[in-house]
């Protein structure tokens, strides 16, 4: 057994610290899993616009949307929609989120950001995103038959994406 000197308690301390740091940071890395949100079509599609279909504008018809996650959740969750042509989409209608959501971003946005309101995500809970077993419209191209992109999003989970592209 060696003697206790300064020499020697250094020397010892040097062996220690990286041990410690490595035992500190395993709980962070092994806390940092990502749940998925699991988003089924239904009856969704692209289609005329149900409130002024003689202007030719285009839209996407919620019918049967929904959002399931993995696991809970202590974020928002949100969808963003945006057009191809990077064009804010016309959202005037006078209903402007389904029940349940809010609109988060401002008139004339090049993107429109709907945030459930709902509370925090729970496992196995599916959030609908419109009505099921009728259309609900909540924006439009405003004529340009551009294609949509809706991203469904929350920290902690993986993102989804989808396009919906006008049948020309």
């Known amino acids: 057994m060696q003697p206790t000197t300064r020499r020697n308690v250094i020397r010892s301390a040097a062996w220690v610290a990286p041990a410690v740091v490595v035992v500190s940071a395993a709980p962070a890395f092994a806390a940092s899993t ?5 988003v089924a079509l239904g009856n969704t599609r692209y289609g005329p616009a149900p409130i002024d279909p003689e202007l030719s504008p285009t839209t996407i018809l919620f019918n049967g949307f929904t959002i399931t996650p993995s696991t809970n959740g202590s974020g928002p969750l949100t969808m963003v929609v945006t057009l191809g042509s990077g064009q804010p989409p016309f959202d005037e209608y006078p ?6 959501w809010t609109r988060v971003s401002p008139a004339g946005s090049t993107a429109l950001t709907f945030q459930y309101v709902g509370g925090p995500v729970a496992a196995g809970v599916t959030i609908p995103f419109g009505p099921n077993g009728s ?4 924006f439009d191209e405003g004529g340009t038959t551009d294609s949509f992109a809706l991203t469904v999003q929350s920290p902690g989970f993986t993102s989804e994406s989808f396009s919906f592209t006008p049948l020309v």
Do not use: V
């Open 95 to 100: 209903q402007t989120a389904p029940t349940g």
């Open 135 to 138: 259309d609900g419209s909540y």
């Open 34 to 38: 990502t749940g998925t949100l699991t």
